[in-house]
């Protein structure tokens, strides 16, 4: 069993900064992308950044010079640092990784965190 487990949401002032944070645990074989995911109010859920294990990184261009991703291969955490955040950052962020379980190695398979909450008052 894989399990994702996000923390570091919460409320802030525009301007302001967070760290989020996300350790997957379980029986992994392997991990290669990682990244997170937001969805704010009336909004479909979107791409916010992502990592490859090789190290290559992807960011949405409304985050882009603010928000900075990078992980932790030895404790299979991913960490999205936030700074500058604007009240239309605000959304449930969500985890997500591609992960070869030990019990299904063939291939990897999506996996999702529960999401936490980033609220940023304007």
């Known amino acids: 069993q894989v399990q994702l487990v996000e923390s570091g949401g919460g409320l802030v002032q525009t301007g302001g900064s967070l760290t989020l944070s996300c350790a997957a645990s379980?029986?992994?074989?392997?991990?290669?992308?990682m990244g997170w995911y937001r969805q704010g109010p009336g909004k479909q859920r979107e791409l916010v950044a992502t990592?490859?294990?090789?190290?290559?990184?992807n960011y949405a261009d409304s985050v882009k010079g603010r928000f900075t991703i990078s992980r932790d291969n030895a404790k299979n955490t991913v960490y999205l640092q936030m700074n500058s955040l604007k009240p239309e950052d605000t959304a449930v962020y969500y985890c997500?990784?591609?992960?070869?379980?030990?019990?299904?190695?063939?291939?990897?398979?999506?996996?999702w965190g529960q999401g936490t909450q980033v609220t940023v008052s304007s």
């Open positions: 990592t490859t294990s090789p190290g290559n990184t």
């Open positions: 997500n990784a591609e992960i070869r379980s030990t019990w299904y190695v063939s291939r990897y398979r999506d996996y």
């Open positions: 379980g029986s992994i074989f392997s991990i290669n992308a």
